[in-house]
């Protein structure tokens, strides 16, 4: 019974592959309610599958990561010749041109309202769901319920004891963090007071997950509600981030290695997502062999790059794949040579270098190297040197016809560690909410100065001088969570997703209707509670 939810919005989805946009006939069908439920017979099956799927919905280049990411202006991917045009399908979400019809604003909306429904059904009483059961799943309701909302702006619900013929009802605004909110409180209650750096436990909500959570729903609150942050959820944001500091949580030395899979006082919470997608979108055919080679799609705009210190025309490793030159360590940089066999963890084809180690780590930009440190070339034969800008054949400024260099690349999770058996992507992060105290501190009057050269120190960077600004803060989560999908969140509560950026479309400047993704035709129709968002 669980699965009938699927099976209707299949069919939705399967309609709108045949039907044009000015002759769309859909049956009115609810698309995230299954019918006849009576309770699930294994309530921990289903919360082991819904981790599986959240697993499965966060490893991709597309959906949810493409609508954090290339919405902003630390992602693009320009069409070059005939690889990756797809129709617009990527350039528009950085140009913010798309539509309600577009694939990943439909995924997104169709499968985290999914994971709410699976959620609620755990939790409903004919379930009999153990207190493990409802901690979990009133946390991935509350997660699924507040990235519909983030996206969104409404939130459809109904609860699993109404009618399967009643229409949902949607929350928005106070109606819908306050239920968010509450369940967050569930979680807590339920869920398990995991230390910092347990390894696998982080694969399933813990008290410290549910309160990073609520932390990043208050942090946030007034942007769905309207008005300005509110003393007393900033005051809350404090106290929840120095609750997970007293789990053992804390910031730790060495950038990259918190990437790999290996526990860290770090990670709050992980998931089971094969990193290979985020190590290959970005790299040239010819950068590795592992996977068969790189996509040569995803880049980032010259201005985030410009972000990190250290020379913007230079950004090697040392012989030690240490940055060279006095750039900063989250930048990462490029290897001249790959690194040898001799006591390296992960895979080698017996050639004396661990695969991939040729690649580096962090942003990439001109001359790659091969693993025994030869230049290597691009499918014509010419460098492989990564650029800066984006230009076309007649070397104008452009996102379509790029060649097969244009953009710097970035790899957080690194090409060694990105075969098939790696299967670890970080969700929650304690630098994250190291940032979000400091910014709640900021917003309340406060002076979080020393906590951001704290993390600063840390990270091997030069200490900020005077005292920070709003614009410091933004910049450092920038330049700290890169790719892990928080930056049009950032941009949009800091003010500046509406900014302009290379290739933005001249009417969605400085355009808030833009902060929210258009709603669904299909789900407009499905749900009559449901109104189109403004500006769509």
Sequence with gaps: MKNNFKILTLSILSLLGVTSCTDLEIEETDSIISEGFQGLAD??????????????????????????EVTSDEHLIPTRGGDWGDNGLWRVLHTHDWSGQHAFIVNVFQL??????????????????????IGDASFIRAYSMWVILDNFGQ???????????????????QAAVDFILADIETAIANAPATAA?????????????????????????????????????????????DAITADGYALQEGYFDLFLPDADTETIWSLEANTINKVVMGLHYNNTSIQGGGWNGFST?????????????????????????????????????????????????????????????????????????????????????FKREFKD????????????????RIQKYAARNGDASISHQIVFRYADAHLMKAEAMFRSGGDPTSMINDLRTIRNTEELLGTVTEQDILDERGRELY??????????????????????????????????????????????????????
């Design 43 to 68: 309530p921990s099956s289903t919360v082991t599958n819904l981790y599986g799927s959240l697993a499965g919905q966060y490893a991709g280049q597309d959906n949810y990561f493409a609508l954090q």
């Design 393 to 408: 054949g007649s070397g104008a400024v452009n996102f379509i016809n790029n060649d097969e260099t244009t953009g710097i």
């Design 483 to 536: 790719q892990e999908a928080w930056r049009r969140n950032d941009l949009i509560r800091f003010g500046q997703f509406g900014r302009d950026w290379l290739f933005k479309a001249e009417g969605t400047i400085n355009n808030d209707d833009y902060n929210v993704f258009p709603i669904p035709p299909a789900q407009l129709l499905a749900n009559p509670n449901l109104v189109q968002n403004p500006g769509y």
């Design 112 to 133: 985290w309202n999914g994971n709410q429904l699976q959620a609620s059904q755990v939790l409903d009483p004919r379930s009999n769901p153990s207190a493990t059961n």
């Design 197 to 241: 750096a347990s390894g696998n436990t982080s694969l399933r909500a813990s008290k410290a997950a549910a309160r990073y959570l609520k932390a990043k729903v208050l942090l946030n609150k007034h942007i769905y509600l309207g008005g300005s942050p509110d003393s007393g959820d900033m005051a809350e944001v404090i106290s929840l981030v």
């Design 301 to 385: 705009l010259a201005e985030f790059y410009d972000l990190f210190e250290g020379d913007e025309d230079f950004n090697e490793l040392d012989a030690n794949q240490e940055p060279a030159n006095n750039q900063e360590e989250r930048r990462g940089g490029v290897p001249t040579v790959g690194i040898t066999f001799a006591d390296q963890p992960y895979a080698a084809e017996n050639d004396g270098y661990v695969d991939g180690s040729n690649v580096g780590y962090g942003f990439l930009i001109n001359q790659q190297y091969a693993l025994d440190g030869t230049p290597l070339k691009d499918r014509q034969g010419a460098p492989l040197t």
């Design 155 to 173: 939130v459809p619900y109904r609860d699993t004891a109404l009618p399967s013929t009643s229409v949902p009802e949607v929350l928005s605004g």
